[in-house]
Structure formats: C-alpha cells, structure tokens
C-alpha cells in the first residue's frame, strides 16, 4: 500500500484537500488550512438503534471545505486524504470486532447525478484497514429524499424515515456492522438506516464518520 501510495505521489504530488496548495507526502491539509480543522473531543456518542457513533472531527474550516469538494465538485480523488483522516477514529473502532462495513447509500437519481457514493469510497478503505468485509450494496435507500441541510430537526427524521432497505440480509445477519458517511448532524440518517440493518437481523451496528456538524 505504502508503496503505490508513492508511486502515486510521483505522478500526481500531494495537494491540500481544502485549498491544493502543494502539501509532503501523506499530508492532508497544508499549515494555513489544518489549523482551521477542529478535533472532535467529545469521544464517541450514542444514539438507538446504533450503539456507537464516532467522529473525529467537527464539521467547519478545512474540514468542511474538502467535504465539499469531495462530494459536490466531483473530486473523488479526496476519498484518499479523508479516509486517511477517519482512520483518526481507529483507536476507537479496533475493539468492535467489526465483521462487515456498510456504507450509507445514495438513491439511484443522486448516485447517477453525483457519479459516485461518497460514502462508499470512504467505507471501502476503512474496510481494508479494520480487516473487514465491505458490502457496498446490502443495503439500498428505496427513497429519494431532500437534502437534509436545508431541513429541521423534526424535517430531517421525517425526510429519511423508511428511506432504506436491506436488500442482501445474508450478508447482515449476525454480524457486528459498520454503518459509514461523511457527516453527520442530527444522526437522522444513521439511525434510519441502522433500523434497516437491524431488520436483516445484524447482532449489532455502530457507525463512523468523518465530522459531526
């Protein structure tokens, strides 16, 4: 890994996530925007039916402006130096024992509009580190719902409610899930989501992501 990870940096140097300001190798953001990225002290929280939710940082500065780029500005590229900062959250995530990463999926229109899942290209490198298996698509969203950051608390629980479905149980059943995004507000959308996995029977579900807002 670390040596396609150079032979990659030879090809393409390393740019800051939120500015591309030329950065050494293995660095996400450059001095100027790294200061603007807050850890999330808080450790990880909880919220039914997920049993942990981790974040390691909060949603502002650099942080928000990579995020947004990343999804928005079609710059996959990113999933790298992100994936590399949610391994932040690793210390944490070791003991679960996680058997199956999961990430948060788009509906078909969004996924077709944004070109990729977000959610999906972080997940599937968090897999690889935590030695889990990744199922990119156990789990489906059934509806298409409005962007949550336009809506209230109360909005945004009956935005997601019923949104997904798990569409391959046998690859939930019994096993100790990691629901994975890149933000997280309210944890409406996780939470919905774990209800899905939990009815495939999953023995239990936590969830990561790189910042809470």
Partial sequence: MFLLDAAGALVAPERCAACDERVPFRT????????????????????????TLHAPFLYGGAIATAVTRFKYEGRSELARPLAHLLLRA???????????????????????????????????LLARRLGAAFEARALTRIKATEA?????????????????????????????????????TTG??????????????????????????
Avoid: M
């Avoid at 409406?188 to 807002?213: D, N, P, Q, Y």
């Fill in 28 to 51: 996400v953001f450059c001095t100027a925007c790294a200061a603007t990225a807050s850890a999330n002290r808080d450790g990880p929280g909880a919220s039914h039916p997920l049993a």
């Fill in 148 to 184: 949550q950051a336009t809506l209230s608390r109360e909005g945004r629980q009956r935005n997601v409610r019923g949104a997904f479905e798990a569409r391959q149980v046998d690859l939930l059943a019994n096993r100790r899930v990691l629901l994975v995004d890149d933000v997280a």
């Fill in 188 to 213: 409406s959308t996780l939470a919905e989501a774990a209800i899905a996995v939990h009815a495939a029977k999953a023995h239990i579900v936590h969830a990561v992501v790189l910042a809470r807002a």
């Fill in 90 to 124: 690793w210390p944490q995530l070791k003991p679960l024992a996680i058997d199956t990463v999961v990430p948060v999926p788009l509906h078909a229109t969004r996924l077709v509009e944004r070109g990729f899942n977000q959610a999906a290209l972080l997940g599937r």
